[in-house]
């Protein structure tokens, strides 16, 4: 009984000393340029909240544009889950 004590210790511990480990790296920081974001694949997307990224202005499309949500925004999701969340929805599909 004594060994399986210690042992759940000594994996407890462990654990503990990798959560800290982890917390405390650097996490790595991608510089986005104006008018963009990093998305959850670390890629460096349009920010359609920025000016001239949001809405339509009744021309074209702009470059990249995956879906145009039921608000009128522009999305530049590269997924389909969450698109268009806050918007209502998407209302069209882009594609290239």
Request: net charge negative.
């Amino acid at each position: 009984m004594r060994v399986r004590a210690g042992l759940f210790a000594l994996i407890f511990a462990g654990s503990l000393i990798g959560l800290v480990q982890a917390a405390s790296a650097p996490a790595t920081v991608i510089a986005c340029g104006g008018g963009t974001y990093e998305n959850s694949d670390g890629i460096c997307i349009p920010d359609p909240s920025a000016p001239g990224g949001g809405g339509s202005d009744g021309g074209a499309i702009p470059a990249g544009v995956t879906a145009v949500c039921r608000d009128g925004d522009y999305s530049y999701s590269t997924h389909h889950s969450g698109t268009c969340s806050g918007h209502g929805g998407v209302s069209q599909w882009v594609t290239s």
